[in-house]
């Protein structure tokens, strides 16, 4: 599949346990934040949004985490999985109404081991 | 129902010459963004068209440039193409609510030689 051969910040977990990826954004002024997965040889995929209004949101199995005072976004994943092994992005956008322009972040890659 | 599709997945070009990238959104959405992936630069946006028209734009030069047809599918060109150009480009749609929510298709692997 297909690899981008990025060098990112490294998460290594055991199946079962928690995890938590951390994020550090830029705009203030950011209406959404935004958690993606991308598989190896896909696309990235949507996992859960938090408005900029919101401290916590949670999903299944997923619970995101905004710290507007810090600039800080965080996303827990409860009971880890093989198939949770993936680069996860933050991403931000400017504001709801001005389209489909999203600001990601850099990334980091969730092992898990199993 | 079908996902977003983009062709051709594979691509080798020379120096110079110019690339077409097509993507077809998921059945409905009438919005199409396109993203670069590189290990450097990681994903950056290039542009959005909403019903025919460019909504928002990156900070890319003026060789990436891109448009879509009344049935929302959208092409993306690259003229004069640069070594630093060889990236997966991405295409994700929206129906234009929600527009962080963004489907994405599997890319087109570009190599400029």
């Known amino acids: 599949g297909e690899s981008v051969g990025l060098h990112l910040p490294t998460l290594s977990v055991q199946e079962g346990d928690n995890s938590i990826i951390n994020c550090a954004y830029s705009n203030s002024a950011s209406d959404y934040f935004i958690w993606y997965k991308q598989e190896s040889g896909k696309g990235p995929q949507f996992i859960i949004d938090?408005?900029?209004?919101?401290d916590k949101r949670q999903g299944q199995r997923v619970t995101v985490l905004l710290n507007k005072t810090v600039k800080h976004l965080s996303l827990q994943i409860a009971a880890t999985q093989p198939g949770d092994s993936a680069v996860y992005f933050c991403?931000?956008?400017?504001?709801?109404?001005?389209?489909?322009?999203?600001?990601f972040g850099q990334g980091t890659e969730l092992s898990v081991k199993p | 129902k079908a996902g977003v599709t983009q062709t051709p997945r594979y691509l080798i070009k020379t120096r110079g010459q110019q690339v077409t990238l097509s993507c077809s959104p998921i059945?409905?959405?009438?919005?199409v963004s396109w993203y670069q992936q590189t290990p450097g630069q990681g994903l950056q946006f290039l542009f959005e068209?909403?019903?025919?028209?460019?909504?928002n734009k990156g900070n890319f030069p003026g060789r990436f440039s891109g448009r879509q047809f009344s049935n929302s599918r959208s092409e993306m060109n690259v003229s004069t193409l640069e070594l630093g150009d060889s990236a997966l480009y991405l295409c994700?749609?929206?129906?234009?609510?929600?527009?962080?929510?963004?489907?994405f298709g599997p890319g087109t692997r570009l190599t400029v030689t």
């Open positions: 991403a931000e956008t400017p504001s709801y109404n001005q389209g489909g322009k999203l600001i």
């Open positions: 994700a749609s929206t129906k234009g609510t929600r527009n962080y929510e963004q489907y």
């Open positions: 068209y909403f019903s025919e028209t460019q909504r």
């Open positions: 938090i408005r900029s209004n919101m």
């Open positions: 059945s409905g959405h009438r919005s």
